[in-house]
């Protein structure tokens, strides 16, 4: 190396030792940079305030701590046993903060709080419910309830409760639902194949490795319940479940293709080249700017996505490129710095071409996005420069290739053959540009899911449970906010009777409020106004008791709760310690960055358009937010989806007018343009007539395609010296583009519908835009 | 009860009896009477409607509550009981979703699985019902004694927690006509209804 070094001079020797530098430090830095794979990093960074809440939400919501479990597979009877014991080694561990499956003692803590605090929780309770004909009433509707099957599990509490808050109170909280089907006492599914369990997670959605640890205790504890008996299998669904499993498989798909098409090219490479050190050399320059991209995204944002990487391994594809041109195009006898120097306008122009692509979407307003600029933008750099200062210096003394010639002649000899299918090229275009046309608007997705890479059967089971568990799923939310906590449960408060109306109008099935499980001080404090004092009560219960066949003593529990009800001190957030209810608590109102907001989750919203105008109508409603998650999120993926296509529009408008500049003629511009242009429509018309929707992954896929395809054209229309480095340079191209295809076409097998997208568009476009340029290159170029 | 065990092991006697018919051949000469034979004749009943008034002593009063209506069946799982007197009010069970109906028309669902002491009750008239012989061995050691005419069902809860509500219930009828069901409650609470088919 030393020697190496003082022959070729010291730039050379300064270029070697800060790309050593540059490795080291990059290494520490990626080392350092964690690995994300939550789909809100793929949400804008500024968002509207609604758009804020739904990121919030879906980062760290209570929806995105529930996990969704079925035990299933073995007799029903054995499914409760299961049930029941793995409910019992998660109860209590400071990973779940609820384990539900239908048994009532998981709630014990909860029936305790809504017991004790019935008076101070329920919206029965007010002054004209505690005066004799008040009570009396309520006497009379117990009587009637005594009669029917239900009063045997009411009666219980009829003699501390005659106004019968608590049925009130469960009657709000079960909602018309009235919760999943059970077999003894356990949650099942409706057809009793499956007992089902619902864990709340105590951490928050978007904490990975805290999800995956809950996960995997579950797991354990279900292996330890199970012991060997029986043939019980656990399924798990949930937001939190498909994170983890997203991340692993992004990880593991994105290794995997990145191992095999690294071992594919590098065995193309090897067939070529015939030299170990040339093929290490050849994937330097691809590996420096791989690394160095993951460097500067952890530097940019902190984090690197699983997406940015998975995606961004295969720029391989392209920066293994630069080293073929310069490897092929070398001819014996001549140093790869002539080449080097020959060929070197063209690859910047090349490289220069993909960086304004990429550029524009350092743009976007989604982190995830610009990832993938920055990512793409200094790989890219990074690997030309590697080209250019590093690998002359590394290469063998006196190196050129021979073999790479050997084949050219056939290669040239398609190429000047190609210009033969410039019709139906064009009948290619404009038939599928006509398709295009024709599906319109449907060639593109329009749901923020189809960016999620959870499979189709993984989202049916998660529907399958949802339905059983009548689990909340993303639907409508009221929301409203206000300067403290006090406000904006008193806001709150005042959605009530609105809220009540649209449940009687069947326009909501439902909604649940964090002022159901803590009401306002002021309330509070009305409900323990509204309750007369002992003697007083007394009185009225005895009035109210007259003519009535229950017998004198039976209500003297009533009195004693009422009046401790009535001097109890205030509940506070700090009254909900030890249930479940606070989480669901603080998951309704939560602290944002000017105050408190609560959510108020609407059931069963049947007519989201008549609720709408409903509650625009209402006066008491003003302040409040109605939030559909589901068109807010697909909104917002709308919205995502336009911005990417303007950047995508403006990129190829930047990359033109580059071209432009550079070649200084209106026919060598078309030229380049045009194999591109019909490559990007006739890869779009492929990909969608193949089923697909078009997403934004589709889009960076284009653009890369513009970004290989350019040096394609732009080598193919240089002019060249002489026949023989023509046939040297397409020799280049093709085995670039071999690599390119090989590369990206591993992509294409994955099973995430994020890289599978990516890799079928750029390996078609490559290909295409290859046959495209030779199609569409100068006439009888060897001729010359 | 001084002979002590005797008539105590007899309900399980009967019940594994019951079982044991369940999948043997068709019993022959010594004993063509029993729980399958019963259930059996249920079976082949679509729909049946009827009449009842219904008695009920609870600890709480001083008087026992009257009422009277009708009832409904629809195979295989629609159970209607409408009360007529003192007040109109309605309780209709459809599969797993129980619905209690008031005369001002409020109403409230309830999912009968998820209350242990409410399924008790209600499976022992609608498994009867339909026939439908493992469900109520699932749920009750059963008892049957008495003649196809005049038979008399005593169903004792399997399950400790619905124990604690429902302590027994005794079903008795004629062929496949429920006359009468009596539920005796673990705190001495007790409901008699007596039913009588409706000819139209």
């Not at chain 1, 790479?404 to 056939?410: E, G, K």
Request: charged share 20%; with cysteine; hydrophobic share 45%.
């Amino acid at each position: 190396m030393t020697e190496g070094v003082r022959r070729t001079g010291w730039s050379a020797g300064w270029g070697v030792a800060l790309w050593l530098a540059g490795l080291i430090a990059c290494g520490l830095l990626v080392a350092r940079t964690p690995v994300t794979a939550d789909l809100s990093a793929f949400l804008p960074r500024s968002p509207s305030s609604t758009q804020q809440l739904l990121v919030d939400q879906l980062r760290d919501g209570a929806v995105s701590r529930l996990i969704l479990i079925g035990i299933e597979g073995d007799v029903p009877d054995r499914l409760t046993g299961f049930s029941r014991a793995l409910a019992e080694r998660l109860r209590g561990n400071p990973l779940v903060a609820t384990v539900e499956n239908g048994e009532r003692t998981g709630r014990s803590a909860d029936g305790a709080y809504v017991w004790t605090n019935r008076y101070l929780l329920s919206p029965g309770v007010t002054r004209d419910r505690f005066t004799a004909n008040g009570l009396r009433e309520a006497l009379q509707n117990d009587l009637r309830l005594l009669q029917s099957p239900a009063g045997m599990a009411l009666k219980q509490a009829l003699p501390a409760d005659p106004t019968a808050e608590i049925l009130r109170l469960t009657d709000r909280m079960l909602g018309d639902a009235g919760g999943p089907a059970s077999r003894d006492g356990v949650w099942v599914s409706a057809d009793g194949a499956r007992a089902l369990l619902l864990v709340q997670t105590a951490a928050p959605g978007f904490d990975m490795d805290a999800q995956q640890k809950t996960l995997d205790l579950i797991r354990s504890a279900f292996a330890d319940a199970k012991g060997t008996a029986g043939t019980a299998r656990l399924v798990m669904t949930g937001p939190a479940v498909f994170s983890v499993q997203t991340r692993d498989r992004i990880e593991a798909d994105a290794t995997r293709s990145s191992i095999i098409a690294t071992a594919l090219v590098a065995g193309v490479l090897l067939l070529v080249y015939r030299s170990l050190r040339v093929l290490a050399l050849a994937l330097l320059p691809a590996a420096t700017g791989t690394l160095a991209g993951i460097a500067a995204v952890g530097l940019g944002f902190g984090t690197v996505h699983g997406i940015t990487l998975g995606f961004g391994i295969t720029l391989l594809g392209e920066s293994v490129d630069y080293a073929i041109y310069l490897f092929t195009q070398t001819q014996p006898g001549s140093p790869a710095r002539r080449t080097l120097l020959r060929i070197w306008p063209t690859l910047l122009l090349g490289v220069a071409t993909s960086v304004v692509g990429f550029g524009t979407m350092l743009f976007s307003s989604f982190s995830g996005l610009a990832q993938l600029g920055l990512f793409s933008i200094t790989g890219l750099l990074v690997a030309l420069a590697v080209t250019r200062w590093v690998l002359p210096t590394l290469l063998p003394k006196g190196y050129g290739t021979e073999r790479p010639a050997r084949m050219a002649p056939l290669l040239t000899a398609l190429t000047s053959a190609a210009p033969v299918l410039r019709l139906p090229l064009l009948a290619a275009t404009l038939l599928a540009l006509a398709w295009l046309a024709y599906q319109g608007s449907n060639i593109w997705s329009a749901e923020l899911s189809s960016l999620s890479p959870v499979t189709e059967a993984d989202q049916r089971l998660d529907e399958a449970l949802r339905r059983d568990l009548g689990a909340p799923d993303a639907g409508h939310l009221l929301v409203i906010s206000a300067a403290t906590m006090e406000d904006a449960l008193t806001a709150t408060e005042r959605l009530a009777a609105p809220l009540e109306a649209l449940t009687r109008d069947h326009l909501i099935a439902g909604y649940e409020s964090p002022a159901h499980t803590l009401p306002s001080q002021a309330t509070q404090r009305a409900r323990q106004a509204a309750l007369p004092p002992p003697d007083q009560l007394r009185t009225s219960l005895t009035q109210a008791l007259h003519g009535l066949p229950f017998r004198p003593d039976a209500f003297v529990p009533f009195l004693t709760d009422a009046e401790r009800a009535r001097t109890q001190p205030l509940l506070t957030p700090a009254s909900l310690d030890g249930t479940s209810l606070k989480l669901k608590f603080e998951s309704l109102l939560v602290r944002t960055g000017i105050g408190w907001t609560t959510m108020l989750p609407l059931r069963g919203v049947t007519d989201p358009q008549a609720l709408s105008t409903r509650l625009s109508g209402a006066p008491a409603v003003r302040g409040a937010i109605l939030l559909n998650l589901k068109v807010e999120s697909n909104n917002l993926y709308r919205t995502y989806r336009e911005e990417a296509l303007t950047l995508a529009v403006l990129g190829a408008i930047a990359i033109t007018s580059l071209l432009a500049a550079a070649l200084r003629s209106i026919r060598a511009l078309v030229a380049a343009v045009m194999p591109l242009a019909a490559a990007v429509v006739i890869t779009m018309a492929l990909v969608t007539a193949l089923g697909q929707t078009l997403t934004i992954f589709h889009l960076v896929g284009l653009l890369l395609v513009v970004g290989v395809g350019s040096n394609y054209s732009l080598l193919f229309e240089r002019p060249e010296p002489s026949p023989a480095l023509r046939e040297r340079t397409v020799a280049s191209v093709a085995i670039a583009n071999f690599c390119t295809v090989i590369g990206f076409g591993t992509l294409a097998f994955s099973g995430i519908p994020v890289l599978h997208g990516i890799g079928m568009t750029v390996a078609i476009g490559a290909f295409l835009c290859l046959a495209f340029a030779a199609v569409l290159g100068p006439k009888g170029a060897n001729h010359d | 009860m001084i002979s002590g065990n005797r008539p105590a092991r007899r309900p399980i006697l009967a019940g594994i009896a019951a079982l044991l018919l369940a999948g043997a051949v068709p019993s022959q000469a010594a004993e063509p009477w029993g729980l399958e034979d019963l259930f059996a004749r249920f079976a082949r009943i679509g729909s049946s409607n009827a009449r009842f008034a219904e008695t009920r002593e609870v600890g709480l009063l001083t008087t026992p509550l009257e009422s009277s209506g009708t009832l409904t069946y629809r195979r295989p799982d629609i159970l209607e009981k409408r009360t007529l007197q003192p007040q109109a009010e309605s309780l209709r069970l459809d599969g797993d979703r129980l619905t209690l109906t008031q005369g001002d028309g409020t109403s409230r669902t309830l999912s009968v699985s998820a209350m242990p002491e409410i399924q008790t009750y209600v499976e022992s008239i609608r498994s009867t019902l339909r026939g439908d012989v493992p469900t109520i061995m699932r749920f009750y050691e059963v008892a049957l004694e008495g003649t196809p005419q005049d038979w008399r069902m005593q169903l004792t809860p399997r399950a400790e927690e619905a124990r604690r509500t429902v302590q027994r219930i005794v079903i008795a009828g004629r062929d496949a006509n429920i006359r009468r069901i009596e539920v005796l409650q673990a705190d001495g609470d007790r409901s008699i209804m007596t039913i009588q088919p409706d000819p139209a």
